[in-house]
């Protein structure tokens, strides 16, 4: 582990919407340190953009695809990348 800054995206499908989803995966980020949104999609997944340290966004993609996240995640479909430092704090947004 280093202490890079990195971006994780996500899109996490299942049942995600109405189960308290995104205020659970803020209380998380908050818990963490992260910064960046997480919205609900029409389609009924929801949008992750998190940034913060490695080990601390590995430790919120673990999170998000253990039972311990609320409702059922099926799949956590995500991509890391360098981050860009765009974000103040961590916020449910849409």
Known sequence: MTDE???LTARITGVV???GFRYWTARKADE???TGTVRNSADGSVQL???GLEQDIEVMLG???SARAPGRVDLV???LSKATGEFDDFRIVG
Do not use: F, N, S, Y
């Open 5 to 7: 800054t990195l971006r």
């Open 17 to 19: 919407q109405g189960v």
């Open 32 to 34: 963490l340190l992260l």
């Open 49 to 51: 953009v998190a940034e």
């Open 63 to 65: 999170w998000l695809k």
């Open 77 to 79: 479909d995500h991509e």
